[in-house]
């Protein structure tokens, strides 16, 4: 049995123990996030996000040239959810706003439309660590810090480095095994290795 506000509901729906039919706000069905869409600054009356992530075109008339009669002519272009393709390797996704536009990276829209823009010094941290997931209650700004430290936490490496590379490689370094011999073991360049050795990345790692 669950019991909800006070109210006890059984598994086959009664509650109290009696065979009454549950109250809608009480069905767990009833509890599933509405979807709510706003217009993308920028493209308003073109484009819109929605809060479980998805970006759509909205319907509108286009200019298709004049008529024998010097008529304006027109035709409507019924809005559609738009198909999100691949962004970067990190898994990332993004959509095409507008006629040979580049792609825009999902979790930006959906933080611009209902955010704003970024605080100085942010990024878009995806709180489950899953890139697709754009839906608004996933994401968040965050520091660059903040962002690394919650891909290790969820098991993810950072540049292809673990924390545990960047310990080993550090150790390797103060026993004297060179950077080239390092880069090789872990497949990354010798800048990488140079970064890790002066402190300009993993800084934050002690």
Known sequence: REAHEGIEVTPDGSVGGRHRPLPPIFRRKEFVMQEQWKDIPGYEGRYQAST????????HKVRTGKSRFGKECYRTMQ????KPGQYCKSGHISVVLGHKA?????????????????????????????PTDNRLSNLRYGTRTENILDVYHQGGVWRK??????????????CGIKGSELAAIYGVSQATISAVKCGRTFKWLK
């Open 52 to 59: 479980l992530g998805h970006i759509r075109s909205v319907s």
């Open 79 to 82: 809005g559609r959810v738009l």
């Open 102 to 130: 580049v792609g825009t990276p999902v979790h930006q829209l959906i933080m611009l439309t209902f955010v704003g823009s970024p605080p100085i010094g942010t990024e878009i941290l995806h709180i489950n660590g899953v």
């Open 161 to 174: 480095l673990s924390i545990e590379d960047v310990n080993a490689i550090r150790f390797s370094l103060f």
